[in-house]
């Protein structure tokens, strides 16, 4: 897979999967622009590798204002979006629907839908002037598979679900494929610490998940969109 010439917009950079996410697009010859709340939690090995490919952009993904910005700034420096990868999200869960404080519902919806909402809407206006692009958003297992005591999880990841899907519908029209991918526990430092006494090994790797989604953003799956993957 050859991504050389190819512009990456990759949300949640910092995080552990799109820190591997980075490191794999730019080892295929992409260039990234890296975008989280604090770009300065970027690692030593996204700083240092191709230089002038990755451009690192701070920007707060819940507010439209910052994100028509970002996208102008993509536009002005690197000639807009090719790619669109999201991979901010958050999780929260442990109380039941009566339970569950509207503050937590509303920080849900706006970390794993609204994101996603208003990231793909500037994204899909420059993949239009650029006669296409790859869009890819990641969901849960949980969202296609429910467990009590997290809905304003599931609902959120399952919105994003049908976000995905319909953009795949409209981009159809203008050439964006649009797919998403439902892993179940990611396996990250951060989730070890949290679950420490589950089984590690049978979590889903963030670099099996980099490479789903190398692929999806290739030429070779031009006729992949509105398919949700599970990684169980």
């Known amino acids: ?7 990456v917009v990759l949300t949640g950079a910092t995080g552990a999967l799109g820190s591997v996410i980075t490191t794999l697009f730019l080892s295929k010859g992409a260039s990234v622009a890296a ?5 300065s939690k970027l690692t030593d090995a996204q700083r240092t590798a191709s230089p002038g490919r990755l451009v ?7 507010l439209e204002n910052e994100v028509a910005q970002l996208f102008d700034h993509i536009q002005d420096q690197l000639g807009g979006a090719d790619i669109l990868v999201h991979a901010v999200g958050g999780f929260s869960g442990g109380v039941s629907i009566q339970d569950t404080l509207s503050a937590d519902w509303d920080r849900m919806m706006s970390l794993n839908l609204r994101s996603a909402f208003l990231c793909s809407k500037y994204a899909l206006k420059q993949m239009q002037h650029k006669g296409g692009g790859k869009i890819v958003t990641i969901s849960a297992l949980a969202a296609l598979e429910p467990k009590a005591n997290r809905a304003a999880y599931l609902v959120a990841k399952a919105g994003l679900l049908a976000l995905t899907r319909a953009i795949a519908l409209e981009g159809k029209a203008i050439n964006v ?6 892993p179940a526990i990611i396996l990250t430092q951060a989730n ?13 790797k963030p670099e099996d998940m980099a490479e789903t989604i190398l692929h999806l953003c290739s030429d070779k799956a031009q006729s992949i969109t509105g398919t949700i993957i599970k990684m169980p």
């Open 177 to 182: 494929q649009a797919n998403s991918l439902a």
């Open 56 to 62: 690192t952009f701070a920007a707060d993904v819940l």
């Open 35 to 39: 975008v989280a709340r604090d770009v």
């Open 192 to 204: 070890k610490r949290d679950m420490p006494d589950m089984d590690h090994s049978a979590w889903v």
């Open 1 to 7: 897979m050859d991504f050389r010439n190819k512009i």
